[in-house]
């Protein structure tokens, strides 16, 4: 059985948007959510910046009930609940059903959840107060804490799990929802992924020397894809999730569609020919970018988008020279790229996810967002595509057909292709 899979739901807690319409907003207009953290400073952080979603009150008491936020101190959580259920109400599923549903699903990944209840953990039992845990204490520090503590809200009853590839996970999370669907297995997931917030997250990169410390007083400049004076990545948080579903599924119960989901491929470099625990292994690269093209059935002249992992390291300009090995493409013919990294930070875990919801609004909505703090191209990426397929603000235009990647921590790679609905 090959089914074709469709979006039907879209949800977002992003440093720069938490809803989609908020989210476009920022998209469209450049707007960054990176912002000083005094916080930060306190710990003697050099870098003083992240990108956080701004969570308020009636976030919270719109998702939770009095009780469930009473301890609740799992930020990776309350994003990816927010996300998971703005996602699964914007397809109009119902929430108040009684009846397990068999035919739906979740799979929601997470990097490193719960830190700040480990935090709090750690100093009750070692003061010899473990009784004054909570009753929460597990659910909010167990790896698939957020699927479960989504699915108490919408009762799945198909697979219901959490996966953790690193920075692949959100992209990754997509494309195991995809598989399923696609044989039969599920009717409709609910994917997605999420982030933890702060310093005791953020610190492990803060010790690797990989985070920018010359804007703190200019957070907004900070996240510099692509660009000649990109100093590291900035750190972030939040979470995105998809209704993918069966399009018979959909289209039986009058869904609206935001896109199709082509195909995609997952795969490792080994840790081998360059790869390591950091870096990736470009051979790898290039032949998940090529084998999800295959998979798609698409050639690589008709993408018109990418939006790439591109975190402003000093392997952005290696990430496009696999690129454009891999399509064979370079020059003018390349596709327009963009790096949501530049207008959120880098979200971690949730960074794919959070991705993958921009590039289905810029081919629902008909934009490319454009990249912030890239106006000094790297002249490394100038030698191998012209400098319009770099845009540094939107463009208005209809859009078909979008490669997201991911390229994560432990030399894991994920592509999925996204296409128009016909």
């Not at 908020?22 to 306190?42: C, V, W």
């Not at 059935?297 to 975190?311: D, F, M, R, V, W």
Request: aromatic share 6%; net charge negative; proline share 4%.
């Amino acid at each position: 059985m090959s089914r074709r899979v469709v979006i039907t739901g879209m949800g977002v807690a992003a440093p720069n948007g938490v809803g989609l319409s908020e989210f476009e907003n920022s998209l469209r207009n450049g707007i960054s959510g990176i912002k000083f953290q005094p916080g930060l400073k306190a710990l003697n952080f050099s870098c003083q910046i992240a990108g956080e979603p701004q969570i308020t009150d009636a976030h919270l008491e719109n998702c939770f009930t009095s009780l469930e936020l009473r301890g609740l101190r799992s930020t990776g959580i309350i994003y990816g609940v927010l996300a998971g259920l703005e996602a699964w109400s914007d397809a109009e599923i119902p929430l108040d059903t009684e009846e397990t549903d068999w035919d739906s699903g979740i799979i929601f990944g997470a990097g490193t959840l719960g830190v700040e209840k480990f935090r709090e953990a750690i100093h009750l039992i070692d003061e010899g107060k473990t009784r004054r845990l909570g009753s929460t204490a597990v659910i909010q520090t167990m790896s698939s804490g957020v699927s479960a503590y989504l699915n108490s809200k919408i009762g799945c009853g198909n697979i219901v799990t959490t996966n953790s590839s690193a920075c692949t996970t959100g992209t990754e999370a997509v494309l195991m929802a995809y598989e399923r669907i696609k044989s039969g297995k599920a009717d409709r997931i609910l994917s997605g992924s999420c982030s933890d917030s702060g310093p005791y997250v953020w610190g492990g990169f803060e010790a690797l020397r990989i985070l920018p410390h010359q804007y703190n007083e200019n957070p907004g400049a900070g996240s510099r894809p692509m660009s000649a004076s990109a100093a590291g990545f900035v750190p972030g948080s939040g979470a995105g999730a998809m209704v993918l579903e069966d399009l018979e599924s959909a289209q039986k119960r009058g869904a609206k569609i935001y896109a199709e989901v082509l195909g995609g491929h997952l795969n490792s470099g080994g840790q081998r020919q360059g790869g390591s625990m950091t870096a990736p292994n470009s051979e790898g690269v290039r032949n998940c970018i090529t084998k999800a093209v295959q998979d798609s059935g698409i050639k690589p002249s008709e993408i018109e988008t990418i939006n790439g992992h591109l975190t402003a390291t000093q392997m952005d300009p290696t990430e496009i020279m696999n690129w454009s090995k891999a399509l064979d493409l370079k020059g003018h013919e390349f596709p327009v790229i963009n790096s949501l990294k530049s207008l959120t930070g880098h979200c971690l875990s949730a960074s794919g996810s959070i991705e993958c919801v921009a590039s289905v609004l810029q081919i629902n909505k008909n934009f490319i967002f454009g990249n912030l703090n890239c106006e000094d191209l790297h002249p490394e990426i100038e030698k191998v595509i012209t400098r319009e397929k770099v845009p540094v603000t939107s463009l208005e235009r209809s859009v078909n057909t979008v490669v997201k990647a991911s390229f994560g921590f432990g030399d894991v790679n994920a592509v999925v292709v996204f296409r128009k609905f016909e």
